[in-house]
């Protein structure tokens, strides 16, 4: 594909907008001219504010390693401002509520979610390797939902697109699709076509996936609503979805956040928590600021087809892999592209109904993150390509960002230890908190600020709320909750940060890394794995324990054993953690509720009711009423082949 922007104006605007469209964008834009400057102008200033308070509270650097470790903390400390303002530019967003939310989410609170017969959409499932009875479990779901909205089910198909290469495995695809056709037959009227395809080559990974979709059915269809095998979404979410962009002509995406919901171990319970908890404020920041500029997130996304096939084809980046070759963490990248074709990328931040799954351990999710790393450090590939838009290039700077973020935290710790050794002085490790004098006291003012702000602001928001209390199950198991939350953070903050530093600088040696099928399941790991996966934790602490007793200095010390205590733990914590019984006893208990517990919706039951099913004899078989999607079937070899529809 070309890489050279399409002409437009120097505020984007959709094909076919006339003047009144286009004066309505000018006004937006300047809108939003003047809201992220109350977030950029804040940030930086509180930024210098702390750079000058450190170099006053230090002094004159003596030497290339005082220099170092107050470089080191200024770049640290400027990211942590950015996140502080960003949950106070939310919480105070939040406060002002529709005043500030766009017109596609007025439009939501008060769209009816049933079928207009105004349009056609397909949701897609992109799949590879999955456990394909836990996916087509959830589309069942999914389409029980669907049906429940009313209408005859014509105006929108599920589609399940596959691209695993393991025979096994697309057996299992094809028998599932089967059972799943055998209930259909039964299950009443109004549910939505389901089709299955498995492709021959599967190049380009997902994005290559959704893309062959687009090009060989997206004819048939207005939009798709790309869910990721995870996925799940109720029925008033996707038709509200649909009329949304029938209603908004200039619209090519809308994004809804989706919460972590449906696994018990206690890493994904205490996740599921913090999410629900710290992330709303920082969503409602990010709508607010970045209005048509929206990102793509890759998944519980709706996309009007005839865009995104038009303008989101991927270019393979120059170089080898790592940061050449196929782009990883092409979600992104799809959206700034729609974005610079002149389509507006919508957010809704509070669109109930839409949920995903997580990493059930910390192994698990630090396998994640290396994928992760490496996808979005391509992105340095992108953000010199012509006519993208600042809110898109924010987009793929702020993830590279995420990532630089922890070895600049890493050689900070180290070398700050490495100076408090030689000089017997804190220094800027305590974060000007040992410091005497005006300005040591400014700085650990500010410091523990920016450090604390996001947290608390969450905390604060939720507490505000009688309704928001009572969906993490009232005020004392919240507060219960968070504290512990905080405490197993404080250990876990470490081991990721080291983890995430070391595949930062792989990456830039040339690791590439398997993107391989992700673990879904609750899982426990084993001592062997947790050991072998984080070595470097364990040789980390081990280092950092024998300076502090070589330095034998109990302030020191201290200071730093909630550091040496999370690096020498973090196997322990990963076999702990992955528990499955812990995290249930959690939930007897009342501890790491959240509204998906204090108040299920009706999919997720559905969805934990099929899981727990007991096997059933195989299919062909005497049907009365509704026919588990389940029940095995016996069924020819999988062969790439067109999409069988039921």
């Known amino acids: 594909m070309s890489l050279v922007p399409p002409s437009h104006d120097a505020v984007p605007a959709a094909p076919g907008a006339d003047l009144t469209q286009r004066q309505e ?3 937006e834009a300047a809108a939003l001219r003047r809201r992220r400057l109350a977030l950029v102008l804040p940030t930086v200033a509180t930024a210098l504010a702390i750079a000058a ?26 990211w942590q401002a950015y996140i502080a303002w960003q949950y106070l530019y939310g919480a105070v967003a939040a406060g002002l509520g529709a005043r500030v939310m766009s017109r596609v989410e007025r439009q939501a609170a008060a769209m009816a979610p049933v079928a207009s017969g105004r349009s056609r959409t397909a949701a897609v499932v992109a799949i590879h390797a999955e456990d394909a009875a836990a996916v087509f479990a959830a589309i069942r779901v999914m389409a029980r939902s669907l049906a429940r909205t009313g209408g005859d089910g014509r105006d929108l198909d599920i589609f399940v697109l596959s691209d695993t290469r393991d025979p ?21 009227p109004g549910l939505p076509a389901v089709r299955y395809r498995r492709r021959q080559d599967n190049a380009g990974r997902k994005a290559g996936n959704i893309g062959e979709f687009c090009d060989t059915y997206g004819h048939d ?17 996707m038709r509200r979805l649909v009329r949304l962009m ?82 990883l963490c092409h979600d992104t990248v799809e959206g700034a592209f729609l974005r610079r074709a002149g389509w507006e990328l ?17 192994t698990d999710l630090l396998g994640r993150e290396r994928r992760w790393c490496q996808g979005n450090l391509q992105h340095l590939g992108i953000l010199r390509l012509p006519g993208l838009t600042a809110g898109s290039r924010w987009h793929l700077g702020a993830g590279i960002l995420s990532y630089l973020a922890s070895p600049v935290w890493v050689a900070f710790l180290a070398l700050g230890t490495w100076q408090a050794i030689r000089s017997g002085d804190l220094g800027l490790l305590a974060y000007g908190l040992t410091g005497e004098g005006l300005a040591a006291a400014i700085l650990a003012s500010l410091s523990l600020a920016v450090l604390a702000a996001p947290k608390l602001l969450s905390l604060g ?36 940060t080291l983890f995430n530093a070391g595949a930062v600088v792989t990456t830039f040696a040339g690791r590439v890394v398997r993107w391989d099928t992700q673990a879904r399941d609750d899982r426990r790991v084993p001592w ?75 999919e997720l039951r559905d969805l934990a009711a099929a899981r727990a099913a007991p096997p059933v004899p195989a299919w062909p078989y005497p049907v009365r009423g509704e026919a588990p999607v389940w029940l095995a079937t016996a069924t020819d070899d999988a062969k790439a082949s067109p999409p069988r529809e039921i």
């Not at 269809?221 to 979410?237: C, E, H, K, N, R």
């Not at 997130?297 to 303008?311: D, K, S, T, V, Y």
């Not at 919508?346 to 997580?358: A, I, N, S, V």
């Not at 302030?555 to 812990?582: F, H, I, K, N």
């Open 53 to 78: 308070a450190a170099c006053a509270s230090a002094g004159v650097p003596d030497g290339p390693l005082e220099a170092a470790v107050l470089a080191l903390f200024c770049l640290a400390m400027a």
């Open 346 to 362: 919508r957010l809704l931040p509070d669109e109930p109904g839409t949920w995903e799954e997580m990493p059930t351990n910390l």
């Open 168 to 188: 096994e495995i697309a057996a299992a695809e094809e028998r599932e699709f089967a059972r799943i056709r055998a209930w259909r037959e039964t299950a009443g």
């Open 246 to 327: 029938e209603e908004n002509p200039r619209v090519g995406l809308i994004q809804t956040v989706s919460y972590a919901a449906g696994r018990d171990t206690l890493f994904a319970r205490i996740q599921q928590f913090a999410v629900r908890l710290y992330a709303p404020l920082s969503i409602r920041a990010l709508e607010t600021w970045q209005g048509p500029d929206g990102g793509y997130w890759g998944h519980n996304a709706i996309l009007r087809i005839e865009a995104f096939a038009a303008n989101a084809e991927l270019p393979v980046l120059p170089g080898r892999p790592p940061l050449g070759g196929e782009i």
């Open 25 to 27: 964008i000018r006004r």
């Open 528 to 602: 062997s794995e947790a050991c072998r996966l984080q070595a470097d934790s364990l040789v980390a602490g081990g280092l950092l324990a024998a300076a502090l007793a070589y330095a034998a200095d109990p302030l020191l010390a201290l200071w730093m054993a909630p550091m040496v205590l999370a690096l020498l733990a973090s196997p322990a914590l990963s076999v702990l953690t992955s528990r499955a019984d812990l995290g249930q006893a959690a939930r007897r208990r009342g501890l790491f509720l959240t509204v998906d517990d204090t108040a299920q919706a009706r």
């Open 461 to 496: 928001h939720v507490l505000l709320s009688a309704q928001r209390r009572a969906a993490f199950g009232g005020t004392r198991r919240l507060l219960v909750s968070a504290a512990l939350e905080q405490a197993l953070w404080v250990l876990l903050w470490p081991v990721m």
């Open 221 to 237: 269809y207005d939009f798709m609503i790309v869910l990721d095998a995870d996925s799940l979404m109720t029925g008033t979410a």
